[in-house]
């Protein structure tokens, strides 16, 4: 068995990032770098399921995960794919939230909801993350915590 720790790393976001890299090459297959077969993506789905199983066996002891959605906090508007400073390092646009991607990989349901500002005034948010086919109890959770969070208040000047 393996544990969660194993799958909530960088080689999940790769092997998530490849699993999509797979299918979307089903359509353009001029795209791809190597082909896919039939074995290989059986293999990958294998992992995956090892990493559905991970993140249930996590779900068995807690009721939700808390995470952040973004690898920074809401930034002013900028032209998309432009870099953005993450602990003093440029990181690409795109890949400030690719941590959440492995939600989708997994099928877990995610909410996110607003908490505070930060000390420029732009908006920090949660991000909820619940057990597989269990999304009204998602909800639920969710719902009881907006009470705490309170509502999404829009940044002044914007």
Known sequence: MMSLKIFATQPEFARA??????????????VQ??????????????????SILAWEHF??????LLC?????????????????QVDGQEVS????????????????????????LDHDGLPIAIQVVGKRWDESRL???T????????PFHRPPGY
């Not at 770098?33 to 090892?50: F, G, K, N, S, V």
């Not at 719902?143 to 309170?150: M, Q």
């Open 143 to 150: 719902k009881a915590l907006s009470e705490v969070t309170g």
């Open 59 to 64: 779900f068995e002891e807690w009721d939700v």
């Open 17 to 30: 990032g490849e699993m999509i890299d797979m299918i979307t090459g089903a359509f353009q297959p001029e």
């Open 33 to 50: 770098e190597r082909p896919t077969t039939l074995a290989h993506y059986l293999e990958a789905l294998h992992i995956r399921d090892q």
């Open 68 to 84: 952040l959605p973004s690898m920074v906090t809401a930034f002013p508007h900028c032209e998309p794919g432009s870099p953005l």
């Open 139 to 141: 909800l639920a959770i």
């Open 93 to 116: 646009y795109y890949m400030t939230a690719a941590h959440g991607t492995v939600f989708n990989y997994t099928g877990h349901p995610a909410v996110v909801l607003p908490y505070k």
